[in-house]
């Protein structure tokens, strides 16, 4: 008896039908194969928000009474196949349901596949992916991340170029004939699909990571306290609403500091100090309070609380005064302030760099207008569209006012 056990970590809304139509297209394929499957989505992660790390699992088992056997736990603890389906995700993940952040293969076994869309080489993504105690395997789908809405739905068939990787990494459990007949009995497939799923099959990138490879950093975690270090009753204790930053010239709002925002992010503003007019605006309408106000009266995004929705480059007055930037060209959450306050000419020169990263432009929040899809679908399947619609980074940069 033999199960396969698989996760599919996703953007919350984005990615949610994504990720659907892969769970659902797992287990249609392991009936077409003669075997059982189950999907479920991780109920910790519902209701879900834009962006925000979220799972599906897919159970594929030999017999009924192994799928029932796995079916009895809440979730499963160890993961065959683990698929992240964006890889700004290789940074770790952290919903709002766990306790702190987790490397994205946390739960893949020893020997075990991790599988993800992304056009960046193996050792650019092998500096984000936290090092495991155990060998696995890397696998890479040429493509960049698909994301949709909860309305609209990105037709590029990753879905189907996920289940030919899958039939390519589990033969035994999915075989590619298999794969492809449901496929094209779904009501989303196609025999273009079927296509796409065979042309993955053949083409998925693989490459044997050791436990001395990976990022060396610890993820951030914290002791939830026991239940009878709670306090009783229900109270909502008082605290401050912001600290003083250098003798009181400026100030750093109050946060949660436990839950740290960032893994939600896929894109991060880069801000030049030196265009700042100090209107306030970022400051005001950041939805998540990630401005700290600078003692000479600028403000800085706190990249820990950031979640990279992007207001705070729409309001900006200011042309390219804040750009929205792939969160893949970045290597750590320091201050961009600090750096610019520390010398200007290399702060000019490292913003640069990040906005003409050739990687940034490969990213989009999604549908953000009519036609943008069938515009981006026009692009080649075969170079997993990297090129996206033109104005991304700085889209909104020639309606501003200053
Ligand atoms: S992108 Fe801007 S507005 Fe959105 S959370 Fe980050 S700092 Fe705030
Ligand atoms: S919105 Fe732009 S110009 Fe206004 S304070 Fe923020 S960064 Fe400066």
Redesign the pocket.
């Known amino acids: 008896m033999a199960a396969l056990i698989s996760e599919i970590i996703y953007r919350g809304i984005f990615q949610k039908n994504l990720a659907a139509r892969i769970a659902r297209g797992i287990v249609f394929s392991a009936r077409k194969s003669g075997r059982w499957g189950i999907a479920f989505g991780r109920y910790g992660d519902s209701p879900q928000r834009n962006g925000i790390p979220a799972k599906d699992f897919a159970i594929v088992a030999d017999s009924k009474e192994e799928l029932e056997q796995n079916m009895a736990r809440f979730e499963p603890k160890h993961t065959d196949v683990s698929i992240a389906l964006d890889d700004t995700l290789a940074k770790g993940v952290e919903s709002w349901a766990w306790y702190g952040l987790q490397p994205i293969n946390r739960l893949t076994v020893p020997n075990g596949t991790l599988l993800m869309t992304s056009v960046q080489t193996f050792g650019d993504l092998l500096k984000d992916i936290h090092k495991k105690d155990a060998p696995y395997t890397l696998a890479l789908l040429r493509a960049k991340a698909s994301f949709s809405g909860l309305w609209v739905y990105k037709e590029d068939h990753t879905e189907a170029r996920v289940l030919g990787a899958l039939a390519r990494i589990a033969p035994s459990f999915l075989s590619l004939d298999a794969v492809c007949q449901a496929i094209k009995e779904m009501e989303w497939g196609s025999d273009l699909k079927v296509e796409s799923a065979r042309k993955t099959h053949d083409r998925v990138e693989t490459r044997a990571v050791k436990v001395t490879e990976g990022n060396a950093e610890i993820p951030y975690s914290f002791e939830l306290p026991k239940w009878w270090e709670m306090r009783e009753g229900v109270t909502i204790p008082a605290h401050f609403t912001h600290l003083p930053k250098e003798a009181g010239k400026g100030y750093v709002p109050e946060r949660n500091p436990y839950f740290k925002?960032f893994t939600t992010?896929t894109?991060?503003?880069v801000i030049d100090f030196d265009k700042c007019v100090k209107c306030t605006l970022?400051w005001i309408?950041?939805?998540?309070?990630?401005?700290d106000v600078m003692p000479d009266a600028t403000y800085d995004?706190?990249m820990e609380?950031?979640?990279?929705?992007?207001?705070?480059?729409a309001?900006c007055p200011v042309e390219s005064c804040?750009t929205?930037v792939n969160e893949a060209v970045f290597d750590d959450n320091a201050s961009q302030w600090e750096m610019w306050r520390k010398d200007q000419a290399q702060y000019a020169t490292w913003m640069a760099s990040k906005i003409g990263d050739k990687k940034a432009t490969a990213r989009s929040h999604g549908f953000r207008f009519r036609g943008q899809y069938d515009e981006e679908l026009k692009r080649s399947f075969e170079d997993g569209g990297l090129a996206v619609t033109a104005g991304i980074p700085g889209e909104n940069a020639q309606h501003k006012a200053l």
């Open positions: 925002k992010r894109m991060r503003p970022c309408q950041c939805p998540d309070s990630c401005f995004a706190n609380a950031c979640c990279g929705c992007g207001v705070c480059e309001v804040i929205m």
